[in-house]
């Protein structure tokens, strides 16, 4: 007998339904002697005639019919085979947490007709674009900072988390301090050799709980850098003003600041690096050339997984086959007339 150790049903109560077959068969044979063609006054006749291939063969009808359900039921159950393999490949990266900017002063049209909130996206989305296999979480802040991703290979999900994000669905503010101890809770345990945050933001810290120098000082102490990327240029700058009277929206000229020196003193107390968007190229290139240089360590290993194999497809098939092939017989070659 075929020993199959990794075969296993997916819903085994189904084969319950097998202990009715015996009963099925039982009725279906007494069915079809029960079943007369022709009546006679008497059939001994008949009787002494032998009978011919034909007659010989109509026993298949039921057990075809039999043989169907059989397959159907086991199909119902679900048959698969446990494939195990082991992962052939490692994959070696360093941790990343994006901290993202979402107060309503990322609004300001600095690059018109792109805001500060366009030009951070877009940045976002080519640096994840353009890393392999390294982790990268999310935390989005205004007023209050959240994680939205956390530590992920999947940068499908990530970009189109991205792309989805927009101001105002966080109270307003700029609480750079808090964006940052977000990130380090996510990092603090990673067993990554290298961890890195990447602080976007137009640079003015204005809430939240703790400031960013302190956070920049606890980064340090876990040997965690922070890259800051300034989106903005500061001074008078368009900003967008619903108007009241059509409803419509309009720019205005006001003065939104930002705070280059703030970032500069966060990078280089935690041992990064600051960077101005004002040249998207030469900041995607600074930023990836700085994070390559740092060391990679295993994020996945070569460890042994399974997978499951459908089988039910074959037995329906199989059960499809049988039924139709009983049909054509009891409607054709073998057919029974009253």
Not at 64 to 72: C, H, I, R, T
Not at 221 to 248: A, E, M
Not at 282 to 299: P, V
């Amino acid at each position: 007998m075929l020993a199959m150790p990794n075969l296993h049903f997916h819903s085994p109560f189904a084969l319950w339904l097998l202990a009715l077959l015996p009963i099925a068969l039982a009725f279906s044979i007494r069915h079809q002697r029960r079943r007369a063609a022709l009546r006679f006054a008497s059939t001994a006749l008949f009787s002494a005639q032998n009978r011919g291939m034909r007659a010989q063969l109509l026993w298949l009808i039921p057990i075809l019919k039999m043989l169907g359900l059989f397959l159907a039921i086991v199909a119902l159950a679900r048959p698969q085979i446990q494939e195990r393999y082991t992962r052939k490949h490692t994959v070696e990266g360093i941790d990343i947490m994006i901290a993202l900017d979402l107060s309503t002063s990322m609004e300001a049209a600095d690059f018109k007709p792109l805001n500060r909130m366009n030009v951070a996206k877009q940045v976002l989305a080519e640096f994840i674009e353009q890393r392999g296999n390294d982790r990268i979480g999310l935390v989005v802040f205004a007023g209050l900072a959240y994680t939205q991703v956390p530590l992920t290979l999947d940068y499908g999900i990530l970009k189109q988390v991205v792309g989805q994000l927009k101001t105002g669905i966080i109270q307003d503010g700029t609480a750079i301090g808090d964006a940052l101890a977000s990130a380090l809770l996510r990092l603090r345990n990673s067993e990554a050799k290298s961890k890195v945050i990447v602080l976007i933001t137009d640079g003015e810290n204005n809430a939240g709980l703790l400031s960013p120098l302190d956070a920049a000082h606890i980064a340090a102490s876990y040997n965690i850098p922070i890259y800051t990327i300034l989106v903005g240029k500061g001074g008078k700058v368009p900003f967008p003003r619903n108007d009241p009277l059509f409803g419509v929206i309009e720019w205005i000229e006001i003065d939104i600041p930002i705070n280059s020196e703030l970032l500069e003193e966060v990078s280089a107390i935690s041992g990064g690096n600051a960077y101005i968007s004002t040249d998207k190229q030469s900041l995607e290139q600074g930023l990836q050339s700085a994070l390559n240089t740092f060391e990679r360590s295993k994020l996945l290993d070569g460890t042994p997984e399974s997978n499951y194999r459908e089988l039910f497809g074959g037995f329906l098939l199989a059960a499809f086959l049988l039924w139709v092939i009983q049909m054509i017989l009891q409607n054709g070659p073998l057919r029974v007339l009253p």
